[in-house]
Structures are given as structure tokens and as C-alpha cells.
């Protein structure tokens, strides 16, 4: 004849909690592949809208200088591609204060 083990229903539900918050789980994905661009001076046009007495114009054009050590990812990412990869598990949430672009 075999004995049966009783736990009570607390102790199932505290072990099947523990069960699924220690889980396995499999860790975020290394940091994206960046590549480095090289520290020069460019002009852009910023994005917008600009009027002058009631016409379309151009942008003004602004010069900014890239400092030495500035990298971007090597593959664009949109904000929809990385809310599914934070939804799934595989990258971290946006720190808190940073906003997408």
C-alpha cells in the first residue's frame, strides 16, 4: 500500500507561482551589430514644415559636427519590430524617461 502525500492548496499555489516567476527563461539577446561613423562636420535640412509669408520654403540648413566614438545600429529596427521583441521576451523595455524616436 502507498502512501499518499497531502499538501494543502496554499502551499500548490505558492509552488506553481514560484514555478512560473523562476521558470526558465532564455536571456535578452546580445546588443545589436553597430557600426562606427567616422567624426566629421555634415549639413541637413531638419524635418518640418517651414512658411514665409504664406509659401512653402525650404528647411533652413543646419551644420552639426559628429564626435569621434558615435555609432548607430547596422540594421534599422522599427518601433513595431522592437515592441514584439519586448513583448516576446528577447530585448529589454526603454529605460525609464527614454521615448522612442
Given at each position: 500500500m502507498h502512501k499518499a502525500?497531502?499538501?494543502?492548496l496554499p502551499a500548490a499555489f505558492a509552488i506553481a507561482a514560484a514555478a512560473?516567476?523562476?521558470?526558465p527563461?532564455?536571456?535578452p539577446e546580445p546588443a545589436p551589430e553597430?557600426?562606427?561613423l567616422t567624426?566629421?562636420?555634415f549639413t541637413f535640412r531638419p524635418a518640418g514644415d517651414y512658411w514665409?509669408?504664406?509659401?512653402?520654403i525650404d528647411a533652413p540648413a543646419?551644420?552639426?559636427?559628429?564626435?569621434?566614438?558615435f555609432e548607430v545600429m547596422k540594421y534599422q529596427v522599427s518601433q513595431a519590430e522592437y515592441a514584439r521583441c519586448v513583448a516576446e521576451?528577447?530585448?529589454?523595455?526603454?529605460?525609464?524617461?527614454?521615448?522612442?524616436?
Open positions: 502525500t497531502r499538501i494543502s512560473l516567476l523562476l521558470g527563461r532564455h536571456p553597430t557600426v562606427a567624426a566629421r562636420a514665409q509669408e504664406a509659401r512653402a543646419r551644420r552639426e559636427r559628429l564626435q569621434p566614438g521576451g528577447d530585448c529589454l523595455p526603454l529605460s525609464e524617461g527614454d521615448s522612442p524616436p
